[in-house]
């Protein structure tokens, strides 16, 4: 599962709060996180291709 952060304030905050409950619930699940290095900006091709590669579903969020 990937959860990728969108850089918006307090985003990090409701990733680790999702984190923490999707890990408690399914402990044996892998969870790759990673931010987008750019707000304004698309997720950069390689690292939607890495999460693409890696991940079953991924997790993020729009707007403020």
Excluded: H, W
Aim: glycine content about 8%.
């Amino acid at each position: 599962l990937g959860l990728l952060n969108n850089g918006k304030a307090y985003f990090d905050l409701f990733l680790a709060d999702l984190e923490g409950l999707l890990r408690a619930k399914y402990p044996s699940v892998e969870i790759v996180q990673r931010m987008k290095p750019v707000v304004p900006r698309p997720v950069p091709k390689d690292m939607l291709a890495e999460l693409a590669d890696s991940c079953d579903a991924v997790v993020t969020g729009l707007g403020d």
